[in-house]
């Protein structure tokens, strides 16, 4: 057992995506609590396609990509909210909106600009590909995130659960909620190099989601989530490497397994736990009603 998890330590690349693999699971759960407290998970889905044409640009121009994919996400966002706020359109419609209008955007600048841009990469990762050099960004922007969140929890917390009181209350709604779209479009990019564009959506709702069946408090959520993310991410690198299978696929489908058992074992709101706890109470209160006097 011993050799079998130390084998895979031999090789470099796998020790860099062990690591970025648990940086992103912890930094994913943590921003993906505060889009699902918010009923806003599939915003993720938005800014992760959203940074294409960022992409396409930055590498046209010779820009940092990943600058350009911040500054793409960061304008989706926001034009998410131009949208919602000046118009009847719901927020989900305009999500999806401006997901398939950036997305279509993307692939039509990466196209005619006759981009290298190895768009498969991008939109399926390549986990085994880290460089020393992704890691510390990646741990950086980890860093950086997790610093603001713990420094203005407060603040977060009261703005996602009711931003009207919080406005009301004189906290800085805007900026707050500008804070909180960069730190989605960070760990967005922090996590591309991992598991692509296209699952980066699983990374952040997956493990917050999971824990949100199973705590009640947003912390706890945050430190759950980020302990499924952290034993998803490892345990996929793992399968991936002696079933030889994609590493972003294998992590993804061991976060949806962790879903579906809290869906269905969740001691409060399981879909067979809930049926068992309910039958008990209506015994113990038959009971409790058959012995009154």
């Not at 915003?43 to 990943?66: E, Q, R």
């Not at 986990?127 to 203005?152: H, K, M, N, P, S």
Request: positive net charge; aromatic residues 10%; contains cysteine.
């Amino acid at each position: 057992m011993l050799t079998w998890l130390i084998e895979p330590l031999g090789f470099e690349f796998m020790r860099n995506a062990i690591a970025i693999g648990i940086l992103i699971g912890i930094l994913s759960a943590v921003i993906g609590s505060y889009l699902i407290v918010q009923h806003m998970g599939l915003l993720g889905d938005v800014v992760a396609h959203a940074v294409l044409p960022g992409l396409a640009i930055a590498f046209y121009i010779g820009m940092d990509i990943f600058l350009g994919a911040f500054i793409a996400g960061t304008i989706s966002t926001f034009v998410v909210a131009w949208i919602q706020t000046h118009s009847k359109i719901k927020v989900d419609t305009a999500m999806a909106l401006v997901f398939s209008g950036f997305l279509a955007l993307g692939v039509m600048l990466i196209t005619t600009l006759k981009s290298k841009l190895d768009l498969h990469s991008f939109l399926f990762g390549d986990i085994l590909g880290v460089t020393t050099a992704d890691l510390w960004r990646t741990l950086i922007i980890a860093i950086a995130v997790l610093a603001c969140v713990i420094i203005f929890y407060r603040e977060l917390i009261f703005y996602c659960f009711d931003p009207l009181a919080s406005k009301a209350m004189g906290l800085p709604v805007h900026f707050i909620h500008f804070g909180l779209m960069a730190g989605i479009t960070l760990t967005i990019i922090a996590s591309m190099q991992s598991v692509g564009v296209v699952l980066v959506v699983s990374l952040l709702t997956g493990p917050a989601a999971t824990a949100y069946l199973l705590v009640k408090e947003l912390h706890l959520m945050m430190g759950l989530g980020a302990i499924v993310g952290v034993i998803a991410s490892v345990s996929g690198m793992y399968v991936s490497y002696y079933q030889n299978v994609p590493s972003g696929s294998a992590i993804v489908l061991i976060i949806s397994g962790f879903f579906l058992l809290a869906l269905l074992f969740s001691p409060s709101q399981g879909i067979l736990t809930k049926r068992t706890v309910t039958r008990r109470t209506k015994t113990l209160l038959s009971k409790i009603k058959a012995n009154k006097p």
